[in-house]
T-cell receptor, first 113, second 111 residues
Framework: KAGVTQTPRYLIKTRGQQVTLSCSPI?????VSWYQQTPGQGLQFLFE???????NKGNFPGRFSGRQFSNSRSEMNVSTLELGDSALYLC????????????FGPGTRLTVT | SQQGEEDPQALSIQEGENATMNCSYK?????LQWYRQNSGRGLVHLIL?????REKHSGRLRVTLDTSKKSSSLLITASRAADTASYFC???????????FGEGTQLTVNP
């Protein structure tokens, strides 16, 4: 089986712009979660989706949003980018909503200048 | 803080030695998962231990879980230079699939 894929792998944006990141889960997996990783804050939970429904959301401002499609693929969007949004954004997929192994993609490295 | 804690933050050993990393968490959990990360790349899933399990093995990995102390440990036996990486524990909360990560242990295995 192919693993979790994330596109793009690298992205450079300017403050104030918006960005959309994409995640394709492992075939058959219905749950997708997003995490932000920075040197200062570590790995922080953004949100999770199961069957196109957002089940949980982390403590991030409303500029961060996401969605899941019927084929389980997910996108996250960050509007009005700030320098502090520079991070590695990781997507994880799992078969069930909870209790299953969660497999991560390679991440999208976002740099905001 | 939502972060768990890992101990030690950094560990340097020689090839062939064993490496032990400890993790503590704060919430009630479904399971605890361990990951490896090389130089800012994606997280590689190593092992999952459920809340009703006390010990689990996978190859050179041994994981223990003590839910009464809200702690876990990862033992890597007969370490290799290729094991050099950051290791994270992640507790899956009972409310869903949300993972709360520890701060990570940077393991360096010297050839």
């Amino acid at each position: 089986k192919a693993g979790v894929t994330q596109t793009p792998r690298y992205l450079i944006k300017t403050r104030g712009q918006q960005v959309t990141l994409s995640c394709s889960p492992i075939s058959g997996h219905r749950s997708v979660s997003w995490y932000q990783q920075t040197p200062g804050q570590g790995l922080q939970f953004l949100f999770e989706y199961f069957s196109e429904t957002q089940r949980n959301k982390g403590n991030f401002p409303g500029r961060f949003s996401g969605r899941q499609f019927s084929n389980s693929r997910s996108e996250m969007n960050v509007s009005t980018l700030e320098l502090g949004d520079s991070a590695l954004y990781l997507c994880a997929s799992s078969f069930e909503w909870r209790g299953s192994e969660q497999y991560f993609g390679p991440g999208t490295r976002l740099t905001v200048t | 803080s939502q972060q768990g804690e890992e101990d030690p933050q950094a560990l340097s050993i020689q090839e062939g030695e064993n490496a032990t990393m400890n993790c503590s968490y704060k919430t009630s959990i479904n399971n605890l998962q361990w990951y490896r990360q090389n130089s800012g790349r994606g997280l590689v899933h190593l092992i999952l231990i459920r809340s009703n399990e006390r010990e689990k093995h996978s190859g050179r990995l041994r994981v223990t879980l003590d839910t009464s102390k809200k702690s876990s440990s990862l033992l890597i036996t007969a370490s290799r230079a290729a094991d050099t990486a950051s290791y994270f524990c992640a507790a899956e909360e009972t409310s869903g699939s949300r993972l709360t990560f520890g701060e990570g242990t940077q393991l360096t295995v010297n050839p």
